[in-house]
């Protein structure tokens, strides 16, 4: 069982940053692929950036590579999200979750979300 807190959103101008954090509880977080993903409003949720177990792979959504940059610290169950010109389109509540070892971008085959934090951008 892992439980997940997510947060760092607020309001930022277009090309500003952010950075996001989601902390973990569990003593097993150190073996779980974590992932990012976004809901802006009257959309579908998905997929933003996610990371293995132990930070050697990673995988970004086209629309924000060059842009995130996900990683994590096993040694603080935190994973983060690195948010650098930001856009208006990037507006959405952001959330993290969990699932088994390897990354994956289906939002079904992650076990475990956060409750979300907001990210607001405005042009």
């Known amino acids: 069982q892992v439980q997940l807190v997510e947060s760092g959103g607020g309001l930022v101008q277009a090309g500003g940053s952010l950075r996001l954090s989601c902390a973990a509880s569990g003593r097993t977080f150190g073996s779980y692929a974590l992932g990012w993903f976004r809901q802006a409003p009257g959309k579908e949720r998905v997929f933003v950036a996610a990371i293995n177990w132990s930070g050697g792979t990673t995988d970004y959504a086209d629309s924000v590579k060059g842009r995130f940059t996900i990683s994590r610290d096993n040694a603080k169950n935190t994973v983060y999200l690195q948010m650098n010109s930001l856009k208006p389109e990037d507006t959405a509540i952001y959330y993290c979750?969990?699932?088994?070892?390897?990354?994956?971008?289906?939002?079904?085959?992650?076990?475990?979300w956060g409750q979300g934090t907001q990210v607001t951008v405005s042009s």
């Open positions: 979750a969990a699932r088994g070892t390897i990354v994956r971008r289906t939002k079904y085959e992650y076990d475990y």
